[in-house]
């Protein structure tokens, strides 16, 4: 079965900290990983990273992939209180047009 | 904004009622897929629609189905609502062409709280 652990669950840092989420995974013909931002309710789309792209960066988002480790890892510097939010990662295995397996997400509260 | 809308945003039933959950896709999509996200959880897949057909389903009862119309708009029905139905319900448009998921623009879900 497929599967996507994320941690930690949850985090509280102050403004201005840098902080990593992690994700790991198990999936058979793995395809892409992808991550999204959850705020309210509607998850957007972050990043999606590829066998052919392992490294993504977006101003103070940055997020790698190690297709060794099983693993990838989401960014944030300089943190802000906007970017307080759950962080969703999720695995998409190679078998055409197939849906998303999502890890549970981390919370992220960014404090003042 | 992604341009798929949902409704009702909020909905309280009762334990054994139906309800009707409705979204209408980004324009230009023709692929919809529901998710279902509990508290605490990330998305669980229900089940996809392509031009009208299932086109895929996840790990749920036959309680769960659902339509999709020509203009690609989609319904989730659940029948026969137990507690644990209670959840946030997503739903997400793609286009089939291209990295289908990589453009899969989610709605601002529908809150069920089954009492």
């Known amino acids: 079965e497929d599967k996507v652990v994320q941690s930690p669950l949850s985090l509280v840092v102050h403004e201005g900290d840098t902080v990593t989420l992690n994700c790991s995974y198990e999936v058979t013909n793995f395809r892409s990983l992808l991550w999204y931002k959850q705020e309210k309710k509607a998850p957007t789309f972050l990043f999606m990273l590829t066998s052919s792209g392992i490294e993504k960066k977006s101003g103070r988002l940055s997020s790698i992939l190690d297709k060794k480790e099983l693993s990838s890892i989401l960014n944030i510097t300089a943190t802000q209180t906007g970017d307080s939010a759950i962080y969703l990662c999720?695995?998409?295995?190679?078998?055409?047009?197939?849906?998303?397996?999502f890890g549970k997400g981390t919370r992220l509260s960014v404090i003042a | 904004e992604t341009g798929v809308t949902q409704s009702p945003t909020h909905l309280i039933k009762t334990r054994g009622q139906q309800v009707t959950l409705r979204c209408s896709s980004q324009?230009?999509?023709?692929?919809v897929s529901w998710y279902q996200q509990a508290l605490g959880q990330g998305p669980q897949f229900i089940f996809q629609y392509y031009r009208e057909e299932e086109n895929g389903r996840g790990n749920f009862p036959p309680r769960f189905s659902g339509l999709q119309f020509p203009n690609y708009s989609s319904e989730l029905n659940v029948n026969a609502l137990e507690l644990d139905d209670s959840a946030l319900y997503l739903c997400?448009?793609?286009?089939?062409?291209?990295?289908?998921?990589?453009?899969?623009?989610f709605g601002s879900g529908t809150q069920l709280s089954v009492l």
């Open positions: 997400a448009s793609s286009s089939s062409t291209g990295r289908t998921n990589e453009k899969l623009f």
């Open positions: 324009s230009g999509h023709n692929t």
């Open positions: 999720a695995v998409e295995p190679y078998s055409g047009n197939t849906p998303l397996v």
